[in-house]
């Protein structure tokens, strides 16, 4: 049987924090208490599934295209067999 599982009380609950939980649930798509219980598994080292990132949303759909860039990019595609060899 596997042991029981616990409830926690959590007291004084800065507002700013409360408010932050909830647009991150709500963006989620997950009530505030799975929000809550993934952040405490996340935090106690005890998760198995993939954490999602964000920290780089903020870039996708900004590529510029830059005619230098893109050359330097060609250029570096290159493979020249001489470094393969032994």
């Not at 991150?24 to 993934?38: G, H």
Request: glycine share 4%; charged share 35%.
């Amino acid at each position: 049987m596997p042991p029981k599982a616990r409830q926690y009380t959590i007291r004084n609950v800065p507002p700013s924090v409360d408010r932050a939980l909830r647009r991150k649930a709500a963006e989620r798509k997950l009530s505030l208490n799975m929000l809550v219980l993934r952040v405490l598994e996340a935090e106690a080292g005890v998760t198995s599934e993939a954490r999602e990132q964000h920290d780089l949303d903020g870039f996708f759909g900004t590529w510029v295209r830059d005619s230098k860039v893109e050359r330097a990019l060609v250029e570096q595609r290159k493979v020249d067999p001489r470094d393969w060899e032994d």
